[in-house]
């Protein structure tokens, strides 16, 4: 006779998938720019430490003090990075395909982000999010409605700094199950191998909070310490 102990499982889940922020993910096409402008950087200097030991060597052993000073310069130029009519052609070459390359990333990396913000946009009409906020955040939870109606090319300094709180509570919620958070749910799972819910599992909170006694305790506490 088979004898199954323990069936189920009690256990902390986070309501947002992992899965989800795979949407904030570089595109192939800007991870192969960015793996070509690293391979471009380390070019550079490699070829930058090879010049710059060579010039070491001719400038110790210029014949006057006109050769000496052109020739510190051009080391100069070379260790900065810029632009002169004296530097070799290939390591000139090498930094007009770097700033070309960080040209277009830039002008890629912008047009994503409006994307991304869009999204984010999106993810805080969420329902659970918005729960979650208006007991661990009620600042933030008051803003959401400006911070979805203003254009993502036009953030101020306040979106922006809505878009990080988001983006920490977004996470939370999908990687940190600490218990009696309001991110964090619980709920019977089947063992096997692999653990799940069912995907039908209606979300119950019994989390209340009365604000006037909230603030009344507080006060108590902050004008008679114990």
Known sequence: MTVTVFPHSFVRY????????EALALSKEQQQLLDILHALEAEKEHNKTILCEELYYRIQNADSDAERKKLLNIKRAVYNDKLTADIPAVYTKLL????????????SFEQQ??????QLQRWSEGDLLQKGLLLSSPTLYSQLSSFRNRAPSDFRHKEL???YGL????????FKTSPFSTFTYTGIAVMGDNYYLP???EIISNIRLNNKLFDYLRL???HHPV
């Open 167 to 174: 983006l920490r509570y977004l996470t939370r919620m999908s």
């Open 113 to 118: 982000l409006t994307v991304y913000r869009e």
């Open 161 to 163: 700094k809505n878009e």
């Open 220 to 222: 108590l506490m902050v």
């Open 199 to 201: 995907a039908d599992t």
């Open 14 to 21: 986070a309501p947002l998938y992992p899965a989800l922020f």
């Open 96 to 107: 007009i395909a770097l700033r070309e390359g960080y040209t277009v990333w830039e002008t």
